[in-house]
Structure formats: structure tokens, C-alpha cells
């Protein structure tokens, strides 16, 4: 990845934050520890209550938190949903990318503790808030990547990952423009596994934290619209080329913990094979990173997985239009 490519991503992120700055101001000023989630939502008015009330009604200090949703400009149905109960940032705008929501999301938060959301999770842990805290305090120097249980992907994957706000703005685009609808979750935890295998292990796993991912998959909603919508396997490409960027954000965030300050020209540094997806896939995944090697077979065995099963689809697809 080369000086104008890298440049290129970090301009369309800066794009994607700046486009909606000045829609409505801050809730959480001058407050230390409070919590942002980022929420965008589309067609799930209902889910957005119940994921709101679940979140508010079982945290010790409610005050302390926000939520920033972002609502689609041609979803009527959510636009017309009150919000006025909770401590709620709207922001309404087109249609975008799950990165450029997430981005335009982070610009109008406030809070020092940054969580990712979404409108079909619910809250089962009275308390939550003041544990997250707890656990914030063990890191003075705001690099952690802490995430709740799920009860579905659990300790597999952050499905709803907590950052600092030192981290967000450090590593600058922790939610790639790139990212369509799906990999942000990977794409943050490789981060911290690779400072993982640097001996920086800042992953702290919530398993007495609930946040129940209520998805389709596990039969807890319907299949609706918003997840038909999405492209299961659009960010699996994205993810591999987005290694240079993970690898500088492990740069930024060591420098940090180490109390040293980055030079500019190592985020540069790109050695990514020309070829296809498998010779992408086992170099960026296999020989790249520092994270352990665990971690990275695991990741190279469920992306492989994902490529066969996308492809075999594919060809039965086709094979039943064909009949």
C-alpha cells in the first residue's frame, strides 16, 4: 500500500466525519468516563426501543451515558420514532456504508468510553456501565479493547466492541469508510491481537456482561429487510486489503503503551503481494501481523471457510436460475 493509497483512506474518513458535524450538539461534555454507543439503525423502530430502554433502565448512572443513533433520510418509520425518553443524539442523513455510519457517529460523541451497538441487542446486566468502568480504570493509558457476552459469538469475536477515546483518535479511523456492512468487529480485534503478540494483551473479555445479540441467525428476530439488504461477504476482500492499515494502528497504539512517538513514514510500509484472493488471503493472514499464531489460523481457516461457502452458493444459485 503505497503513500497516495493510504493517504486516500484517511481522507475519506476525515470525509465521512466531517460530513455531519454541527447536526446536534453533544450530551456528555466535561463528563470523565462517559459512555458513548454508536448506533445506526434502519427499519427497527421497535428494536431501537427496546435496545434503548434495556440500556438505560439497567445502568447505575444513565446521565452518564449517549447514544448516538444515525437514521437513514428515506426511513420514515424510524424518523418518526420519539427519542425524547433517553439521552439520544439523532443524526439523519443518506445512506452510507457501516464504516461511514460508524464514523459519522463517533463526530458527535462526547463520551471517553466509546462502544460500537446495535439496534437488535439487548441489555440483560443491571450495573453494566459501572463494570466497563471498573474495568477502564486498570488501563491509565486508554488502550483497551473490552467487549461484553453476546450469547451468541461470545468470546469468539468483539460483536460489540468498547474502545477509548485516546484509541479512536489515535489510530484515526477505527471504523473504516471501507467497510460495508460487516468486519468492523474482526477488523478491531485483530488490532489488539497483533498487540496481543507484541505483549500488550489489552483484550478484556465481559462474559458477565449481556449484551444479547438478538440476530437472525440464532432464531431471537426475523428475517427483515435491513439484514437481507446486507452483503454477507462484501468486506471479506476489504478486510485483506485494509492489513496495512491494521498494522499501522498496532504501530500508533505500541507507541502509546510504550511512551514513544511513531515517525511518520512506518505507516507507509507495505509489502502485500500482487495476486488473488488466496494468495491475498494466506499472506496477509499467515506471514502478516504479529499477532499470534492462534489467532491467525483461526482466521485463515473461517475466512477460507467463508470463500468456499460464498463460491459453492454461488454455483447452486446460478445452477437453480438455470433449471
Known sequence: MDA???????????????SFIGREGTLLQGKQDGISILVPTRGRPAMLSRMLSSLFSLADS????EVI???????AETLAFDISPWNVIRIVGPRQTMGTLNAACYAKSSGDIVMLGNDDMVVRTRSWDTRIRDEVRN????VYL???NDMHKRRKICTFPILSRVTCDSIGDPFPAEYRGAFIDVHVMDIFERLR????TRIVYLDDVVFEHMHYQTGKSKFDSTYRERDRFGDDHTFLVLNDVRGWAVHRLKAIIDGTEPTPHERLVSSRPKGGWLIHLTWNILHGGSSPLSWRLRLFCWMWLRFVYRNVKT????????I
Do not use: E, W
Not at 444513565?62 to 451515558?65: I, K, R, S, V
Not at 443513533?69 to 426511513?75: E, G, L, Q
Not at 488501563?139 to 486508554?142: A, I
Not at 454455483?315 to 438455470?322: E, G, L
Open 197 to 200: 503478540g507484541l505483549d500488550h
Open 315 to 322: 454455483v447452486f444459485n446460478s445452477k437453480s436460475h438455470t
Open 4 to 18: 497516495g493509497t493510504v493517504d486516500k483512506l484517511r481522507m475519506t474518513q476525515d470525509h465521512a466525519r466531517q
Open 146 to 148: 473490552l467487549y461484553p
Open 69 to 75: 443513533v444515525y437514521i437513514d433520510d428515506d426511513d
Open 139 to 142: 488501563f491509565p493509558d486508554r
Open 62 to 65: 444513565p446521565d452518564d451515558l
